[in-house]
């Protein structure tokens, strides 16, 4: 008897292979190119030092933008930039809540001012992500020589002011404010352009223009500078978001402690006075001519 050799066939019941899912770990991975941990851990700390220094003078981009170029320098540099904008944008967002409430925001500053910087801002980021902006640190340099020149000749620079402190809306009636005005909105376009295109400083510039534009104390033109602040960053973010140059879960992460560290260093701030954002000022500026200096020259 011969049999005719039958080949196999699995019966359609036959139990499926067991699915196999692959083990990510997302806690680093998502954060970059398989940062370390240890890399993120130093993120998280330098974004609660920004928060901080961001909140009392700006400047916090000295801080947090070098730190994002080493750590994620295997991105572009437009991604960096974006990811530095989102944890910028939620501290600054929250300093000026803090300041809010003891110092109203002058609206109208605010309405011009912060217009007019996300619409310079949205212009920055957009160049930034064509261009290299290395041209502009020999300018940068000399601008913050000058402020620093400027606050030291002035020992009653924002400590005092001729206004009235009742009224927050300091330019509403002065006797040229349409003057005022328009320097205002030059100047929310000028430092949002530069905030879109380079970053650090931005705060520190705010401060000091708006506080000589409207003859306020630090602290008292600190509520308004934050949101007109918050423009610039907002400006630029939306434009690097657009164009999927935002890493979003390393951003995210660090607003946490950006937002932390804000509200301790706007806290600190109310609570010291107009003396205490002089002195801080005075090291932020020393400090970026210093590192600036150092990029340029080096």
Same mark, same amino acid.
């Given at each position: 008897?011969? #049999?005719?050799? &039958?080949? +196999?066939?699995?019966?359609?019941?036959?139990?499926?292979?067991?699915?196999?899912?692959?083990?990510? $770990?997302?806690?680093? %991975?998502?954060?970059?190119? +398989?940062? %370390?941990?240890?890399?993120?851990?130093?993120?998280?700390?330098?974004?609660?030092?920004?928060?901080? =220094?961001?909140?009392?003078?700006?400047?916090?981009?000295?801080?947090?933008?070098?730190?994002? /170029?080493?750590?994620? !320098?295997?991105?572009?540099?437009?991604?960096?930039?974006? *990811?530095?904008?989102?944890?910028?944008? /939620? !501290? *600054?967002?929250?300093?000026?809540?803090?300041?809010?409430?003891?110092?109203?925001?002058?609206?109208?500053?605010? @309405?011009?001012?912060?217009?007019?910087?996300?619409?310079?801002?949205?212009?920055?980021? /957009?160049?930034?992500?064509?261009?290299?902006?290395? #041209?502009?640190?020999?300018?940068?340099?000399?601008? @913050?020589?000058?402020?620093?020149?400027?606050?030291?000749?002035?020992?009653?620079? !924002?400590?005092?002011?001729?206004? $009235?402190?009742?009224?927050? $809306?300091?330019?509403? $009636?002065?006797?040229?404010?349409?003057? &005022?005005?328009?320097? =205002?909105?030059?100047?929310?376009?000028?430092?949002? #352009?530069?905030?879109?295109?380079?970053?650090?400083?931005?705060?520190?510039?705010?401060?000091?223009?708006?506080?000589?534009?409207?003859?306020? %104390?630090?602290?008292?033109?600190?509520?308004?500078?934050?949101?007109?602040?918050?423009?610039?960053?907002?400006?630029?973010?939306?434009? +690097?978001? =657009?164009?999927?140059?935002?890493?979003?879960?390393?951003?995210?992460?660090?607003?946490? #402690?950006?937002?932390?560290?804000?509200?301790?260093?706007?806290?600190?701030?109310?609570?010291?006075?107009?003396? +205490?954002?002089?002195?801080? /000022?005075?090291?932020?500026?020393?400090?970026?001519?210093?590192?600036?200096?150092?990029?340029?020259?080096?």
């Amino acid at each position: 008897m011969c #049999f005719a050799r &039958v080949p +196999f066939r699995p019966s359609r019941h036959t139990d499926p292979p067991p699915l196999t899912v692959p083990v990510r $770990d997302f806690s680093l %991975e998502r954060f970059g190119h +398989f940062m %370390e941990w240890q890399a993120v851990v130093a993120l998280l700390a330098v974004a609660a030092m920004a928060g901080w =220094v961001d909140a009392v003078v700006g400047g916090g981009g000295l801080l947090q933008l070098p730190a994002l /170029l080493v750590t994620a !320098g295997s991105y572009p540099v437009a991604s960096v930039l974006g *990811t530095n904008k989102l944890a910028a944008t /939620l !501290g *600054t967002f929250t300093a000026a809540m803090v300041y809010r409430r003891k110092h109203p925001i002058s609206r109208k500053v605010a @309405l011009v001012g912060g217009g007019a910087a996300v619409t310079g801002s949205a212009g920055g980021a /957009l160049v930034a992500t064509a261009v290299s902006s290395d #041209f502009l640190r020999p300018v940068i340099l000399a601008l @913050l020589i000058g402020v620093a020149a400027f606050v030291l000749m002035r020992p009653q620079f !924002g400590t005092s002011s001729p206004a $009235d402190p009742a009224a927050p $809306d300091a330019y509403r $009636d002065a006797p040229e404010r349409r003057h &005022v005005a328009r320097l =205002v909105l030059l100047t929310g376009a000028g430092i949002g #352009f530069y905030d879109g295109l380079v970053g650090p400083g931005t705060g520190t510039f705010l401060i000091i223009s708006f506080t000589t534009l409207l003859s306020l %104390e630090f602290i008292q033109a600190l509520s308004t500078v934050k949101m007109i602040n918050v423009g610039t960053n907002l400006g630029a973010l939306l434009v +690097f978001a =657009v164009q999927g140059h935002v890493l979003w879960a390393l951003g995210l992460g660090m607003s946490v #402690f950006n937002v932390a560290g804000a509200l301790v260093g706007a806290r600190m701030t109310l609570s010291r006075g107009s003396g +205490f954002v002089r002195g801080v /000022l005075l090291f932020v500026v020393a400090a970026m001519v210093i590192r600036l200096g150092y990029d340029e020259f080096a």
